[in-house]
């Protein structure tokens, strides 16, 4: 089974700040048949369920602000937030759908 | 616009059933790979179970955990996948949310194992 370790646990940061989140895998995520990594990240608000952000590692979701980037090959991952809102205080997690499906155990970003 | 809208949760006794059901609209179903997924109350994310589309035969996989207790299943002619909860425990818990791929997300219905 693949494992997710996903890093920080939290993170405190102010308004306009850029924040990185970091998703490594125990096994590589990239498939030789397409060249794609099969990462994702999500954002879940209080009350929400999550939202996807991120897919194959890279690509925003439609809709999902250009200060979300996705980045990362192979085993390491990191979502970047650039100029950080206030609408971002969030959890994220990551998930591989390379071989079934495993979350990371998030990471939730706070107002400092 | 997607929708899926989960229903069946509630309060249940350690070892008896419970069956989830969602309601889809908005994108086409048949062809669509189904999954449940839970987030216990201690917000971890579990992928419980999926089921493919008719053309590759409806083939289910399951998180090995729950496999002999829990069963996913669909049915195409109302847009609408279920998950039966066998012999069922403290542990499990949690929000269950059903998603078409990884794209979209129900808003979950909670159950909860208590005597």
């Known amino acids: 089974d693949i494992v997710m370790t996903q890093s920080p646990f939290s993170l405190a940061v102010s308004e306009g700040e850029m924040v990185t989140i970091n998703c490594k895998s125990s096994q590589s995520l990239l498939s030789s048949g397409n060249q794609k990594n099969y990462l994702a990240w999500y954002q879940q608000k209080p009350g929400q369920s999550p939202k996807l952000l991120i897919y194959y590692a890279s690509t925003r979701q439609s809709g999902v602000p250009d200060r979300f980037i996705g980045s990362g090959s192979g085993t390491d991952f990191t979502l970047t937030i650039s100029d950080v809102q206030a609408e971002d205080l969030a959890d994220y997690y990551c998930?591989?759908?390379?071989?079934?499906?495993?979350f990371g155990a998030g990471t939730k970003l706070e107002l400092k | 616009e997607v929708q899926l809208v989960e229903t069946g949760g509630g309060l249940v006794q350690p070892g008896n059933s419970l069956k989830l059901s969602c309601a889809t609209s908005g994108f086409t179903f048949s062809t669509a790979w189904m999954n449940w997924i839970r987030q216990t109350p201690g917000k971890r994310l579990e992928w419980l179970a999926q089921?493919?589309?008719?053309?590759?035969?409806?083939?289910?996989s399951y998180l090995e955990s729950v496999k002999g207790r829990f069963t996913i299943s669909r049915d195409d002619s109302k847009s609408s996948v279920y998950l039966q909860m066998n012999n069922l425990k403290e542990e499990d818990t949690a929000i269950y949310y059903c998603g078409v791929t990884i794209a979209y997300w129900g808003q979950g219905t909670l159950v909860t194992v208590s005597s």
């Open positions: 089921i493919e589309d008719k053309s590759n035969n409806y083939f289910i």
């Open positions: 998930l591989q759908h390379y071989s079934s499906y495993t």
